[in-house]
Every structure is written in structure tokens, then in C-alpha cells.
């Protein structure tokens, strides 16, 4: 029996070491909640055939108490990331047509865990998904990889990860300019991530 090798995760310290994730500038991230942002972003995603995405939600912090996420969700292009807040209908069709197109493919990590709480959110189904976490897997790990250490691994790029952000409202009437950059930036990260596998690695990748 062959006693297969692995490639080991990369640790903490080891990817704090790296140069940092060059994410989206503000005047890139776009709050979609008026007609001119909402033609905007279709005028972007329309001519995609992959946007990273990703969701946010509120945390919970009582025992027993359900989450009513996601309360964000992200959609990022090679040159803008827009976020739909569930609190802002103007952007809710053009939201619900990316996430049901069979064209435009989802790429993210997690994403199976999303499909639930998508639908229950805005009523839609998540179509044409391509989870990248196997496709990292895959590399030669024998731990499911995530977000942060796929971009390590894949980009060779630290991207920070702030716990107190993760953990802040994201139902919020505004969100912070930091709340903005975390989110835009985790859902165009994904979508570097894919592309640069794209590139190196395309037999990797599989719609889920």
C-alpha cells in the first residue's frame, strides 16, 4: 500500500509572513442600493461568466437563537465588487437574476452552505456554483482548505482576517467603510483565486 504524501496547510505565522492580499480600493467597492448603482452593476456582471461570491450575516450570540442571514451578499468582477444588502430592495432583482443564472458561474468557498439560507433569504436558488475549496483540496491537501489559506497557497498573498468584522452587524442600516473593504474584498479574493487556478490548474475545477 503506497502511504501517500501531503502538502501541509500553511500556518498562521507563515502566511502572516506573506505580502498582503491586494484587494479592491474603495472607489471599486458599490453599495447597490439606488437605480444608478443598480445599472451600474449590471452594466459590470453582465459581461462576466465568473464573479466571486460570498455572503455576511449577522451573528448570533444567544443559545437557541436562530440566524435570519445572509444580510449581505457579495458579487465581485475582476474590477468591482458590489454589495446587495438584504434591508435594500432596489437591487433584489438584479441579484436574484446573477444567482439564478445557469451562465454567469458562482465561484466561492462554502458555498453549499449558502443555498439554504439564500433561498429563505430572497426566495431564489443559487445556480452554477464552483466550490474552490476541493479544487485547492485537490493541489495535494489533506484538509479541506479555506478562503484565507487558498490565497496563500494559490497567490502567495496574506489576506487578512479581522474577527471583530466577522463578528460585527452586518445587518446594519450603514455599514463602515471597513465592513465595506472586508466583505467586497473576501468575495473578490475567491475570484482571484479561481482565476489564477484557472490558469495553473484548470482540471481542478468542477461546477458543484
Known amino acids: 500500500m503506497i502511504d501517500r504524501q501531503y ?3 500553511p500556518t498562521r505565522d507563515a502566511m502572516r509572513a506573506l505580502p498582503e492580499f491586494s484587494g479592491l480600493s474603495v472607489e ?3 453599495l447597490v442600493r439606488s437605480p444608478a448603482e443598480v445599472s451600474f452593476a449590471y452594466e459590470q456582471l453582465s ?3 465568473h464573479v466571486g461570491f460570498d455572503t455576511e450575516s449577522k451573528p448570533t450570540f444567544r443559545a437557541g437563537e436562530s440566524g435570519t442571514g445572509p444580510h449581505l451578499v457579495q458579487l465581485a468582477t475582476p474590477e468591482h465588487a458590489f ?5 435594500h430592495a432596489p ?4 441579484l436574484a437574476e446573477i444567482v439564478q443564472s445557469e451562465r454567469v458561474v458562482k465561484v466561492g468557498f462554502g458555498l453549499k452552505s449558502d443555498r439554504g439560507p439564500v433561498r429563505r433569504k430572497f426566495g431564489v436558488e443559487l445556480h452554477a456554483t464552483m466550490e474552490l475549496a476541493g479544487a485547492v483540496k485537490r ?3 489533506r484538509q479541506q482548505v479555506g478562503l484565507q489559506a487558498a490565497v496563500a497557497i494559490v497567490l502567495g498573498e496574506f489576506l487578512p482576517k479581522s474577527r471583530k468584522l466577522t463578528l460585527s ?3 446594519a442600516e450603514s455599514l463602515s467603510s471597513a465592513q465595506q473593504r472586508y466583505a467586497a474584498n473576501d468575495a473578490y479574493a475567491s475570484l482571484r483565486v479561481y482565476q489564477a487556478l484557472a490558469r495553473m490548474a484548470p482540471q481542478l475545477l468542477t461546477l458543484a
Open 7 to 9: 502538502l501541509e496547510r
Open 28 to 30: 471599486h467597492i458599490h
Open 47 to 49: 459581461r462576466c461568466t
Open 83 to 87: 454589495l446587495f444588502s438584504a434591508g
Open 91 to 94: 437591487g433584489h432583482a438584479l
Open 139 to 141: 493541489l495535494g491537501y
Open 169 to 171: 452587524n452586518w445587518a
